[in-house]
């Protein structure tokens, strides 16, 4: 792989630690500002908002720049938003400063899906979003506990300036490795690129990519009260069990960036059916601390191998609007991780308890596998099963239909 996308994933995993860190933030922000918790919540919604309207637009407005000139305006004005944030002591700035820090990162790994695939080559797109997804899920392992600390020992202002320094290699990095192409006169017009997302394979893949992320994102948000209150670990065990999902995602961006570009069908098919077991059996057995361990690592890989490769079928199913399918993509799973846990949260306010949702995962898994059945009986996508393209050798990308 070329040493520009492991650049474009240390950027990714600033922006994923920006993207997750609040939740250690809440408390210390909150009588900084004299706000209120859900006040300070609020800015977690906006980024959310804002990276599911910004990636398909931002994307859109950047369709005429050169790739490492997009690039590098998005990962500036990144930078400067947690500048602003770090320095303001007005909460509406800093509302304001999450927005744009949202439109930034939407843009930048829209632009850089597009840009990490066509430098791998057209056999290798899996495998380039997979090291870009490492990027998020080494936030989860190290970048937001790193932001806890810091903001334990220094006030939240230094998780802020911890994200604008961690930014700033990665923009002379990508200044110096991401090679200064000329945009293509033949290039694809937006209403070209926007004719060929209009792909009904490309719409079920999205809609899965929503489906699968929204049932892992409803139990992670709700991780700490099933091991506190069901498995009865004490809460000492929490930053570990975070972790482990951390690296248990990290393992399956890898295995599952690996197997994308030759055998997408078997990673969603049997990863999909393997998955919904999983949740299904992690609901029942969450009271044994050690099967619930065991399934936080397991749910972890496989909840991400299926994801990243669905993110690299949008890519291939789309590869006449790279750019574009790169931005529906970040949208998708964006409303995923925005639904899921809204729809575990109303679980829970319903009085299931804690364990409903893991159901409530397993029931959008399920989801997922019915879409892809049902678009598969109708013909909507290839042999590959459980929503997949189907099945072919590396370097023969399924192109989109405009």
Known sequence: MPFAIYVLGLAVFAQGTSEFMLSGLVEDMAADFGVSLPAVGSLTSAFAVGMIVGAPLVAMLSLRWPRRRALLAFLITFLLAHVVGALTHSFE?????????????????????????????????????SILLSGVTLACIAGVPLGAVLSEVWGWRSAF?????????????????????????TAPSVRHELRALRTPRLVITLVLGALVNGATFCSFTYLTPVITNVTNLGSGWVPATLALFGIGSFVGVNVGGRLADSRPGQVLALGGAVLLAGWLVFALT???????????FVQGVLSFAVGSTLIAQALYTASNAPTLAGGFATAAMNVGAA?????????????HGYRSPLVVSAVLVATALIVAGLARALGVTGKGGAGATEDRPAGRPVEARS
């Not at 843009?107 to 695939?117: I, P």
């Not at 969450?286 to 936080?296: E, K, R, S, T």
């Open 339 to 351: 639904a899921g846990p809204a729809l575990g949260g109303l679980a829970l306010g319903a009085g």
């Open 161 to 185: 300036w911890g994200v604008a320094v961690i930014s700033a290699p990665a923009v002379v990095a990508v200044l110096r490795s991401v090679p200064a192409t000329p945009v293509d006169p």
């Open 286 to 296: 969450a009271g044994n601390p050690v099967v619930a361990l065991i399934l936080v």
């Open 93 to 129: 700035v800093l509302f304001v400063t999450r927005v744009v820090a949202a439109l930034a990162n939407a843009g930048f790994l829209a632009v850089g899906l597009a840009t990490a695939a066509s430098m791998a080559g057209p056999q290798a797109k899996g495998r380039a979003t």
